[in-house]
């Protein structure tokens, strides 16, 4: 919890609605989703509306996921000043064993403070 104070408040929008209970332990401050079938692409209006929503809230960063194409967060993010992250909700290259959830947690929370901090990587 100490590791994601300060970035509670930062808007960013993630692929896909993975985090509800991420961020409502943690106060997260999520802003929307971009797909809410992640098997789909989303279509131009919905990428238009995530456009306004960005617009309309300061959002600092665009979460992807390991297993999509960055091209979509690379769409959205076009002319916005905003940075773009990759969260993995499953822990792809985590090796599976007693403190893989732990690692997994810890993975999260530094994407997430990667990202919405002052120090953001651009495309990590």
Do not use: W
């Not at 991420?22 to 990428?47: D, F, Q, W």
């Not at 995530?50 to 769409?75: H, L, M, Y």
């Not at 599976?96 to 990667?114: D, H, I, K, T």
């Amino acid at each position: 919890k100490r590791r994601l104070d300060g970035v509670q408040r930062v808007p960013y929008l993630v692929f896909h609605d993975a985090y509800h209970y991420l961020e409502a332990r943690y106060g997260l401050n999520a802003i929307g989703s971009i797909t809410v079938n992640p098997g789909r692409k989303p279509g131009a209006r919905r990428i238009s509306e995530i456009r306004q929503k960005i617009a309309a809230s300061g959002a600092r960063c665009i979460f992807s996921e390991p297993q999509f194409s960055a091209s979509v967060t690379a769409v959205i993010s076009d002319g916005f000043n905003v940075k773009t992250a990759v969260l993995d909700p499953m822990g792809a290259g985590l090796a599976s064993g007693p403190e893989f959830y732990f690692e997994l947690m810890r993975n999260l929370a530094a994407s997430l403070v990667g990202c919405l901090g002052h120090e953001g990587v651009s495309g990590h």
